[in-house]
């Protein structure tokens, strides 16, 4: 696994590249590293962790995403007109989200903030599906969210939550 964090971290600007990931086996990024994937099936899992530290995590799709283990970022960005995000993992520690894409459910571990993450200001939404930001401890809402289609929008921090 050291060699496959040392080596994402050598790409830089390039792209294409696959690895595989053993069944017990996380994803941890090297520092001033960010990661994009563009999942361009229907339906793609996150079924291994991971770890972007102090970096950016992207994601693109217009499919349906799911995961089945946590995802740790100071940024995550989600895009994909009408993609569907499942990132519901109890153990996602994400600091600052923003989003141009359909609907998503997150949950975080810790506080989470609205924000702007690669340019992409605050939360748009296009979809007509439900979104939920839930935090175990508080939401800070430094960006707008805006949302075009006809579903809900929850936000539940079990500590507090902040419009600023």
Not at 126 to 152: E, L, R, Y
Request: charged share 10%.
């Amino acid at each position: 696994m050291d060699d496959v964090a040392a080596a994402v971290g050598s790409f830089g600007a390039q792209s294409g590249f696959l690895f595989t990931l053993g069944a017990n086996e996380a994803l941890t990024l090297a520092s001033g590293t960010s990661l994009e994937i563009d999942a361009r099936a229907a339906n793609f899992a996150l079924d291994r962790a991971i770890n972007a530290g102090s970096n950016t995590l992207a994601i693109s799709s217009t499919g349906n995403i799911t995961q089945s283990a946590p995802l740790l970022a100071a940024n995550l960005l989600l895009m994909g007109t009408g993609g569907v995000f499942a990132l519901d993992n109890a153990g996602n520690d994400i600091d600052t989200l923003a989003a141009n894409t359909g609907s998503f459910t997150l949950a975080d571990s810790d506080s989470v903030s609205v924000g702007t993450v690669n340019g992409a200001v605050g939360v748009h939404l296009s979809g007509g599906g439900n979104t939920t930001i839930s935090a175990s401890n508080a939401i800070d809402v430094t960006q707008p969210i805006v949302s075009t289609g006809q579903g809900s929008l929850t936000l539940h921090a079990d500590a507090s939550a902040t419009d600023n």
